[in-house]
Nanobody, 118 residues
Framework: VQLVESGGGLVQAGGSLRLSCEASGSLFGDSDMAWYRQAPGKERELVARITSDSITNYADSVKGRFAISRDNAKNTVYLQINSLKPEDTAVYYC?????????????WGQGTLVTVSS
């Protein structure tokens, strides 16, 4: 599985962005997809996850502002980010989690940078 993120950029506080992550291969529909982010000097943290059954969960810090969705026909997961804050500045990574024969596999994209100016 290869993951390619896009949609990052420089935006003013209060603005919006939509991140996309396109996956290669035929296992996208069976995968739980997630967005993580890593701010400078901080550890990578889970932002949002959507399971293969489209159940979603969010970090408390982004609830009500971020929305994760998936389009299985396009092998793509999205992250709509609204009401951006300077503290949302980070590299955002797409993650695919797949279970095969009770083993867990994780795949990562290269990341896309989101910079929020105040």
């Amino acid at each position: 599985v290869q993951l390619v993120e896009s949609g990052g950029g420089l935006v003013q506080a209060g603005g919006s962005l939509r991140l996309s992550c396109e996956a290669s291969g035929s296992l996208f529909g069976d995968s739980d997809m997630a967005w993580y982010r890593q701010a400078p000097g901080k550890e990578r943290e889970l932002v949002a996850r959507i399971t293969s059954d489209s159940i979603t969960n969010y970090a408390d810090s982004v609830k009500g502002r971020f929305a994760i969705s998936r389009d299985n026909a396009k092998n793509t997961v999205y992250l709509q980010i609204n009401s951006l804050k300077p503290e949302d500045t980070a590299v955002y990574y797409c993650n695919a989690r797949l279970y095969l024969a009770i083993k867990e596999y994780n795949y990562w994209g290269q990341g896309t940078l989101v910079t929020v100016s105040s």
